[in-house]
């Protein structure tokens, strides 16, 4: 495997093809697997440490070397791992797990309710991606008892223990646990080549299914690297893009994965001249003179044509989607609307914007034009860029698209809209998009608020859906297209692959925001032919 990782660290696609094609590890073993990931999965310099976000926040995924208390089902609905049951107080402030006797670190020693409050104790002092500020301690009470107080009612938390790990209080240490993971999971971390490879390998003492593919590895490569690993013969699952599916790969098939990673544009809905505190604290520029008009938002919502996109940009490899939860059980069909340009230009007018010489609209001397943001080294954003772009000049908007990166974009997130990514397994991001001091659009609607309140505070998590439903829409106000419309979505990208004849990918969840580690969620139940 040494030899990948010079390869890639020093040749160009185009050498890195020619290479692979002479390296003898090009064929898989019965229970191996090789996976090439985007290089931006690449663990960042915390490791594989679930206390400092490994797991968790935006992009969720398995933790693979840890357990969780919780599971997401492949409905993502809520289930079972380490948790044999729980129960939740009527204040919904207290909740108890019962957790299973019978498992193991891969030290030995066992795991208790105190590794547990311990994970938790310890996150809840750090400052991670993962929301964990609804949560005020945990306690063990005996050693299959864990016990969560909460500071207020959080129905939602179901979600966040679904994919937090737990580690062992015996052998943490914050400086060295990311690099050498002591956990309960499915494999055991044998190497970590930092930005370059991972290899795993399956737990002998794993409490649930024995994993059927006992050695993982992941190597993290640029689309044009990945695409060569997969022509050289040199990886046996390797992420891609749409423009790459054009010419297929001998001896592969292309696998695509609904997901609920959804395309939107984010529209400061309060005027320019505002701020705004970020989640982290900083207080940044917020507000948009232009997008600050809601008729001109719904106008915008009604004139793009997501077919067309899902179409002509996506290559077919996604769905339209209006919200930021398509296909999950809290998402509100009434977000849903038909592309009507005709109806968008009315909005527009109807509201007192006239359309000038130059075929743009202007209403009390402000022209109907911004400027939109997205990642230029993304190829899928860059097309929903230009796609827009050219529709809403149709209408009479004047779009700017500006390529850009992520750092270039982040203090911008409140004043200039951009091409955002979303879509998580939790209703937390129903939170997170609409809820007052939470959201990149500065949106706040007390209705909307009352809502997900009501919702956190549910007694059951199934009980929570019709209230997050009902904060997208409750029949007179909300965040529809033809309400406050604060997001135009546009559509999920289904997240595609080239995989080797002969290995059947076991995986029938949605897949959340983000290629990379979703993809050996399951990857313990792949098999070969």
């Given at each position: 495997?040494?030899?990948?990782?010079?390869?890639i660290?020093?040749?160009?696609?185009f050498?890195?093809?020619?290479?692979l094609?002479?390296?003898?590890l090009?064929?898989a073993?019965?229970t191996d697997?090789?996976?090439?990931?985007?290089?931006g999965?690449?663990?960042?310099?915390?490791g594989?440490?679930?206390?400092?976000?490994?797991g968790?926040?935006?992009?969720t995924?398995?933790?693979l070397?840890?357990?969780?208390?919780?599971?997401?089902?492949?409905?993502?609905?809520?289930?079972?791992?380490?948790?044999?049951?729980y129960?939740?107080?009527d204040d919904g402030l207290?909740w108890?797990?019962?957790?299973?006797?019978?498992?193991?670190?891969?030290?030995?020693?066992?795991?208790t309710?105190k590794?547990?409050?311990?994970?938790?104790?310890?996150?809840?002092k750090?400052?991670?991606?993962a929301d964990?500020?609804?949560?005020?301690r945990?306690?063990?009470?005996?050693?299959t008892?864990?016990?969560f107080?909460?500071?207020?009612?959080?129905?939602a938390?179901?979600?966040?223990?679904?994919v937090?790990?737990?580690?062992?209080?015996?052998?943490?240490?914050?400086?060295?646990?990311?690099?050498?993971?002591?956990?309960?999971?499915?494999y055991?971390?044998?190497?970590?080549?930092?930005?370059?490879?991972?290899?795993?390998?399956?737990?002998?003492?794993?409490?649930?299914?024995k994993p059927?593919?006992?050695?993982?590895?992941?190597?993290f490569?640029?689309?044009?690297?990945?695409?060569a690993?997969a022509?050289?013969?040199?990886?046996?699952v390797?992420?891609?893009?749409?423009?790459y599916?054009?010419?297929?790969?001998?001896?592969?098939?292309?696998?695509?994965?609904?997901?609920?990673?959804?395309?939107?544009?984010?529209?400061?809905v309060?005027?320019?001249?505002?701020?705004?505190?970020s989640?982290?604290?900083?207080?940044?520029?917020?507000?948009?003179?232009v997008?600050?008009?809601?008729a001109?938002?719904?106008?915008?919502?009604?004139?793009?044509?997501?077919?067309s996109?899902?179409?002509?940009?996506?290559?077919?490899?996604g769905?339209?989607?209006f919200s930021?939860?398509l296909g999950?059980?809290?998402?509100?069909?009434a977000m849903?609307?038909?592309?009507?340009?005709?109806?968008?230009?009315?909005l527009?007018?109807?509201?007192?914007w006239?359309?000038?010489?130059?075929g743009?609209?202007?209403?009390?001397?402000?022209?109907?034009?911004?400027?939109?943001?997205y990642?230029?080294?993304?190829?899928?954003r860059?097309?929903i860029?230009?796609?827009?772009?050219e529709?809403?000049?149709e209408i009479?908007?004047?779009v700017n698209?500006v390529?850009?990166?992520?750092?270039?974009i982040?203090?911008?997130?409140?004043?200039?809209?951009?091409?955002?990514?979303?879509?998580?397994?939790?209703?937390?991001?129903?939170?997170?998009?609409?809820?007052?001091g939470?959201?990149?659009?500065s949106?706040?609607?007390?209705?909307?608020?009352s809502y997900i309140d009501?919702a956190?505070?549910?007694?059951?998590?199934?009980?929570?859906?019709?209230l997050?439903?009902?904060?997208?829409w409750?029949g007179?106000?909300?965040?529809?297209?033809?309400?406050?419309?604060?997001?135009?979505?546009?559509?999920?990208v289904?997240h595609?692959y080239?995989?080797?004849?002969?290995?059947?990918?076991?995986?029938?969840?949605?897949?959340?925001?983000?290629?990379?580690w979703?993809?050996?969620?399951n990857v313990?139940?792949w098999?070969w032919?």
């Open positions: 495997m040494s030899k990948i990782r010079a390869f660290a020093s040749f160009s696609a050498g890195l093809a020619l290479a094609a002479a390296s003898p090009t064929a073993g019965k697997v090789i996976i090439s990931m985007d290089s999965s690449s663990s960042p310099t915390i594989f440490d679930p206390i400092l976000g490994w968790s926040g935006e992009h995924h398995d933790p070397f840890q357990s969780t208390l919780l599971v997401t089902n492949d409905d993502i609905t809520i289930g079972y791992d380490l948790a044999k049951e129960s939740i107080s207290t108890t797990f019962k957790i299973r006797d019978d498992v193991k670190f891969t030290d030995g020693q066992k795991l309710a590794d547990v409050a311990f994970t938790y104790n310890s996150a809840m750090q400052a991670i991606e964990l500020s609804m949560l005020d945990v306690e063990a009470t005996d050693d008892t864990a016990v107080h909460f500071k207020r009612p959080y129905s938390f179901a979600y966040i223990a679904a937090f790990g737990i580690v062992p209080e015996h052998a943490y240490n914050p400086s060295t646990y990311g690099a050498n993971p002591i956990g309960s999971g499915r055991i971390l044998k190497q970590w080549d930092k930005g370059e490879q991972v290899i795993m390998e399956a737990n002998p003492d794993y409490y649930g299914r059927k593919i006992t050695k993982v590895t992941v190597v490569m640029t689309e044009d690297a990945s695409y690993a022509k050289a013969g040199a990886v046996d390797a992420y891609t893009e749409a423009p599916t054009v010419n297929p790969v001998d001896g592969y098939k292309i696998v695509a994965f609904n997901s609920v990673d959804i395309r939107g544009i984010n529209f400061p309060i005027p320019s001249g505002n701020t705004h505190k989640q982290s604290g900083e207080e940044l520029p917020a507000g948009n003179n997008t600050a008009n809601k001109l938002r719904q106008a915008i919502a009604y004139a793009i044509d997501r077919d996109i899902v179409k002509n940009v996506l290559g077919g490899y769905k339209v989607s930021e939860c999950e059980p809290w998402e509100n069909p849903a609307i038909q592309t009507d340009k005709a109806k968008a230009i009315k527009l007018e109807d509201d007192g006239k359309k000038g010489s130059d743009f609209y202007a209403k009390d001397g402000l022209k109907a034009e911004f400027d939109l943001l990642i230029s080294s993304n190829s899928a860059t097309g860029a230009m796609a827009v772009t529709m809403l000049k009479g908007i004047k698209p390529g850009s990166s992520w750092d270039q982040h203090p911008q997130t409140y004043t200039t809209p951009h091409v955002f990514g979303a879509g998580m397994h939790s209703p937390s991001g129903v939170i997170s998009h609409y809820y007052t939470y959201n990149s659009a949106y706040s609607n007390p209705t909307v608020d009501q956190l505070a549910a007694k059951t998590v199934p009980d929570s859906y019709p997050f439903q009902k904060a997208q409750d007179q106000t909300g965040v529809t297209p033809y309400g406050d419309a604060p997001w135009t979505w546009i559509a999920a289904d595609i080239f995989a080797r004849n002969g290995l059947n990918i076991v995986d029938k969840k949605i897949h959340p925001h983000g290629y990379g979703t993809i050996t969620n313990d139940q098999y032919d």
